[in-house]
């Protein structure tokens, strides 16, 4: 499986990107799909993650009405729209593959992804 992230790149505070995810070797459908990021000199950290039929989604408490997960099984992409970007959002952002196929919940620990994007610098200025 080969997970490319884009859609990174430079934005002023209060400004928006979309990253997007895809893959290729595997299907997404059956997966949920993890955002995460990392800061320099920071431990990497979940954002968002949607389940395998995209009916549940769960975000972590910063990103709350800001960023929106969705996803197109078609496509095999999942997609993070980033909105009200703060400079506190800047770092590389991943996406990965939940290790279990068909979970019923998003999980937010690393250890249950096992497939993961180069990652996308996201950078944004104040």
């Known amino acids: 499986v080969q997970l490319q992230a884009s859609g990174g790149g430079l934005v002023q505070a209060e400004g928006s990107l979309r990253l997007s995810c895809a893959a290729s070797?595997?299907?997404?459908?059956?997966?949920?799909i993890g955002w995460f990021r990392q800061a320099p000199g920071l431990e990497r950290e979940f954002v968002v993650g949607i389940t395998w039929s995209g009916g549940n989604t769960y975000y972590t408490d910063s990103v709350k009405g800001r960023f929106t997960i969705s996803r197109d099984n078609v496509k095999n992409t999942v997609y993070l729209q980033m909105n009200s970007l703060k400079p506190e959002d800047t770092a590389v952002y991943y996406c990965?593959?939940?290790?279990?196929?068909?979970?019923?919940?998003?999980?937010?620990?690393?250890?249950?992804?096992?497939?993961w994007g180069q990652g996308t610098q996201v950078t944004v200025s104040s």
């Open positions: 990965a593959v939940d290790s279990y196929a068909h979970r019923p919940a998003v999980v937010s620990a690393l250890g249950e992804y096992d497939y």
């Open positions: 070797g595997r299907t997404l459908s059956n997966y949920a």
